[in-house]
């Protein structure tokens, strides 16, 4: 509403042994004290633009409709890369580098109203240091953004068509097979795959599964699950995913982000 400080939501790489969170929080305390803050996540493996992405995009429908998104998943720091503040077809704001980690965000958002970079001293740090963009470029750009601050005068117009954009591989579904990808793997040692319940029912797959000569049974829920025995299971995000029973799928599969399984 006018008037009303935006809500930010804030996802990064950065873990929390070290006081990188908590110099953002300040930053963005002292220029919009009143702002909420919501800490999405900050356990995205270093680097990681990709799970960065999935994890922005598969919240943005739970999240405030007028939120600020504030995401540092950025390995080009420092390069000639461009820092960016977004405006979604929703209203929302999206702030960080471009290199794809806001993609999904935006699709998942209803597109991009209006793109443009940041490079406007009254948005970010006087002296912005080549290795902490999160303190002295997007936590600043942010605060300021969710307290009213003008998206246009942040700095120059960029065309969203420029913008870089992460392409999620589909599996590869045959008559009684697919061809999956591991898209993550959560800190209870899940395996989400990029298959969703239509590609099974495509493939002619039925509740029992077979992969890597292991049989894979189906089921609706977690309690469906004899302890420490494997499992597909729907995930809150519809995807296919892998799970054993007090125990990690992972390990036990030895699969990680990337890995190609074959669903039989």
Known sequence: MAGTARPIVFLTDYGLADEFVGVCHGVIARI???VRVIDLTHSIPAHDVLRGALALGRATPFMPPDAVYVVVVDPGVGSDRRAVALEAASGAFLVGPDNGVLSLAWVSLGGIASANEITS???RAPSVSRTFHGR?????AAAHLATGFPIADA???????TLQILDLP????APGAIGARV??????GNVQLNVEP??????????????LGRSVPLVG???DVPRGALAAIVDSQGHIALVVSHGSAATMLALGQGATVVLE
């Open 121 to 123: 001293e009254a948005v």
């Open 170 to 173: 589909g599996p590869m579904v």
């Open 221 to 223: 829920t977690f309690a």
């Open 155 to 161: 700095g120059p117009a960029v065309d969203p068509e």
């Open 136 to 140: 002295d470029v997007f936590a600043p």
């Open 198 to 211: 239509d590609h099974l029912r495509a493939a002619g797959l039925g509740d029992s599964l077979s992969l």
């Open 32 to 34: 919009a004290p009143t």
């Open 183 to 188: 898209l993550g793997v959560d800190g209870f």
